[in-house]
């Protein structure tokens, strides 16, 4: 016969693993070890313990995850493009008012840089005594970096963060929302338009963006270098070819994917009322020129890999 172990009797021992059971048999009582069973604590006590190690570089794998959810959200808009149709209307009012805001802004720019390249490039070619080569020279520079990226800076600058700034009020007025609850889907109707106007404006005002550099070019060419006009235009196919403006109108359009991609992005999750705002907006001018500079690194990288240069 075994009496059953109790609080007040019949248990000894330590309390960690094992308990002393007191056994009656024919010779007498005795003991019995027997183990106890541990008690585990409930689950709101127990330490959580995270299966995934923190990221070395926090900031670096922050700046990473935003990216990867910017162009998640921009290629998603694309698909619901095709599947729901592009808004006509405000895809004419956003291509107006990227043209309104960015054109004379971008001539401004233009014309001094094309200036600037001819003044130091054109002294360096006149001190070999090749000072006929500034045509061919302002080809590579404007037409193939510089009109790009101005293109790309200022849609960011002017038209991006307007866009930003629009959608996140729509955003901390709940006006999203409630599109959502009327099954209007946000991407296919804000965004979408968004991205078509400013990839189809940045690769118009490239074209304007090139004539407007080569032309400040030509003219502190003429008067500073004291080079003929003919002489300028003759040197035009020298170095350049049809792929470098095929490479820099595709690279017009790839920025500004990325500047409206990011623009409505960070306009879409703003949060914290009119100063979350304006945080949104700054993040997305930063965001945008950073990779936009490394886009460009990249596709430079790649065009002269596998397209042949031409000589002199």
């Not at 109790?6 to 059971?21: E, F, L, P, S, W």
């Not at 923190?54 to 808009?77: C, D, R, T, Y």
């Not at 109707?189 to 963006?209: E, F, G, K, T």
């Not at 550099?213 to 004291?226: D, E, K, M, P, V």
Request: aromatic residues 8%.
């Amino acid at each position: 016969m075994t009496e059953q172990p109790g609080h007040d009797r019949g248990v000894t021992g330590n309390a960690d693993d094992t308990a002393q059971t007191r056994v009656i048999t024919q010779d007498g009582p005795a003991t019995q070890q027997v183990p106890r069973v541990p008690r585990l604590p409930p689950s709101s006590v127990m330490p959580r313990h995270r299966v995934s190690r923190p990221p070395v570089f926090p900031k670096i794998s922050w700046f990473l995850e935003e990216v990867g959810a910017m162009f998640a959200s921009g290629f998603e808009a694309i698909r619901l493009g095709f599947r729901l149709g592009v808004p006509f209307g405000e895809f004419i009012d956003q291509c107006w008012f990227l043209a309104k805001v960015t054109t004379l802004p971008l001539i401004l720019i233009s014309v001094p840089f094309g200036a600037v390249i001819a003044l130091e490039v054109g002294g360096l070619l006149q001190q070999i005594g090749a000072q006929s080569q500034l045509g061919a020279a302002m080809v590579l520079a404007v037409v193939r970096e510089q009109a790009p990226l101005a293109t790309a800076l200022l849609i960011a600058g002017a038209g991006g963060s307007a866009m930003c700034a629009d959608i996140g009020s729509r955003k901390i007025r709940d006006e999203i929302s409630a599109m959502e609850v009327m099954g209007v889907q946000p991407l296919q109707r804000l965004v979408l338009p968004r991205l078509l106007a400013c990839m189809l404006v940045a690769l118009l005002l490239d074209s304007i963006v090139s004539v407007a550099g080569i032309a400040g070019g030509l003219y502190f060419g003429t008067q500073s270098i004291h080079i003929t006009a003919s002489s300028f235009f003759a040197t035009f196919g020298e170095l350049s070819q049809l792929a470098d403006l095929a490479m820099a109108l595709f690279k017009a359009v790839i920025f500004g994917f990325i500047a409206a991609m990011v623009a409505c992005y960070k306009g879409m999750t703003a949060k914290g009322g009119p100063k979350g705002v304006g945080d949104a907006v700054n993040q997305a001018v930063v965001i945008t020129f950073m990779v936009s500079f490394f886009i460009n690194f990249v596709l430079t990288v790649i065009y002269f890999n596998f397209i042949p240069q031409r000589g002199i």
